[in-house]
């Protein structure tokens, strides 16, 4: 007998959304209207001399677009984080940020390994960094636990041997407490 | 508090002699991590570091630092610098260790972050 689960490549999935979104957060996914705004940036693999810009942009840009402080620094933690992860986990990927009149959308697509076990990887303290990106200062395993607190939605698909799709949304109304 | 004070307190060298010393500094946070930092820092924050990297500047495009206090004689090179005086940063270069300098500045009533 063949022991199919170790052939499949399991595609895992989460969701996380802040209570009390649950209803907007799944009406702009069944039907994502089309953004004003689209900002896109490329992430290279372990390049810290570019990693941080494209979150530094959108920051700047939604700044100019008089977003309230608070929420500014909600979307800038939230998109560094998974900007650095893109950089320091993956094999690079690209961040594509997506900014509407009431929220901002922000999706990182990369070129793999993937994570093979999503909920292992959420757990505060877990972090498979290595040498090189732990002297950059990373590795704490907080990065992802990060994103689930600044973000009102977060949705993350991997699978091991593919691409991780990390995609957040964030409410210009502040919903945070 | 002023970073003035800080900088005496800390017997800190100022690396961008341009840099505002008069700039009011409300609260301290100490630490070698990245995510621990951006997770604890909400509003304008000292950061006591041993990281010298691009990153440790790059976190100022993010959250709200007031200036980077660099401890046990640790020294950014001059491009990190460049960094921070693009953003007018203040870097202050110190020989005394983290918990020397995070000891001195909370007895001088520099209080922590709240997280
Ligand atoms: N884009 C990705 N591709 C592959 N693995 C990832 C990716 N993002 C995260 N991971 C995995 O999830 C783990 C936890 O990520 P998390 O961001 O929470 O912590 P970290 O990046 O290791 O450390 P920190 O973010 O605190 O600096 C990582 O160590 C890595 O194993
Ligand atoms: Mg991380």
Known sequence: MQDFAAVRSEM??????????????????????????????????????TAGKG????????????????????V??????????????????MM??????????????????GIADIAQAMVPGF?????????????????????????????????AGGSTVLEFLIYFANNER | MYLKDIVTILEGETLIPSADLAVEVPCAF???LISDILMCTKE?????????????????????IVGIIFVRGKRPLDEIVEMARERKLPLICTKMTMYRSSGLLFNAGLRSCKI
């Open chain 1, 12 to 49: 895992g999935e989460f969701w996380n959304i802040r209570s009390g979104l649950e209803e907007s957060v799944k009406g702009f996914f069944s039907a994502p209207p089309e953004a004003d705004v689209v900002l896109e940036s490329l992430i290279p693999e372990k390049d810290f001399n």
């Open chain 1, 55 to 74: 979150s530094a942009e959108v920051k700047n840009l939604l700044k100019r677009l008089g977003v309230d402080p608070e929420v500014l620094r909600r």
């Open chain 1, 76 to 93: 800038a933690v939230a998109a560094y984080e998974a900007e650095i992860n893109v950089a320091a986990h993956s094999r690079g990927g």
């Open chain 1, 96 to 113: 594509d940020s997506y900014i509407h009149s009431d929220l901002i959308h922000v999706v990182f697509r990369d070129k793999g390994p």
């Open chain 1, 127 to 159: 972090s498979t960094a290595d040498d090189m990106v732990r002297e950059m200062g990373f590795g704490a395993g907080l990065g992802l636990p990060n994103i689930q607190k600044n973000a009102d939605a977060l949705h993350i698909t991997s699978s």
């Open chain 2, 30 to 32: 100490a630490s070698d």
């Open chain 2, 44 to 64: 304008p924050t000292l950061l006591l570091t041993g990281l010298t990297n691009n990153q440790v500047i790059r976190l100022a495009d993010m959250i709200d």
